[in-house]
């Protein structure tokens, strides 16, 4: 069971990236599972961005308890 919703919740953010959405808060508060079926859906796109790739996207932001850890790295020592 947890396979399949792990499975759901990344073919979910697939097709956001598919069409140039990018969340940039995903953590489990913003992820919600249905009991009945396992229908995955994700909510709260307050800091959601329509990706460009001429946009630098260096700016961190989202909740940091769910950041990666590579990222409170970069945010430590930023490449100037």
């Known amino acids: ?3 399949t919703i792990f499975s759901k919740i990344s073919q979910t953010i697939s097709y956001l990236h598919d069409h ?3 969340h ?4 489990v508060e913003n992820i919600l599972i ?6 995955i859906k994700i909510i709260d796109f307050g800091l959601a961005k329509i990706f460009e ?3 630098n996207y260096m700016i961190i932001e989202g909740n940091k308890n769910f950041r990666a850890p590579n ?7 930023p490449i100037v």
């Not at 940039?24 to 953590?27: A, F, K, P, V």
């Not at 990222?71 to 020592?77: G, M, V």
């Open 1 to 3: 069971k947890t396979y």
């Open 20 to 22: 140039n959405i990018v």
């Open 24 to 27: 940039r808060d995903i953590n």
């Open 34 to 39: 249905s009991p009945t079926d396992n229908e």
């Open 53 to 55: 790739k001429s946009q």
């Open 71 to 77: 990222k409170e790295k970069f945010l430590e020592n």
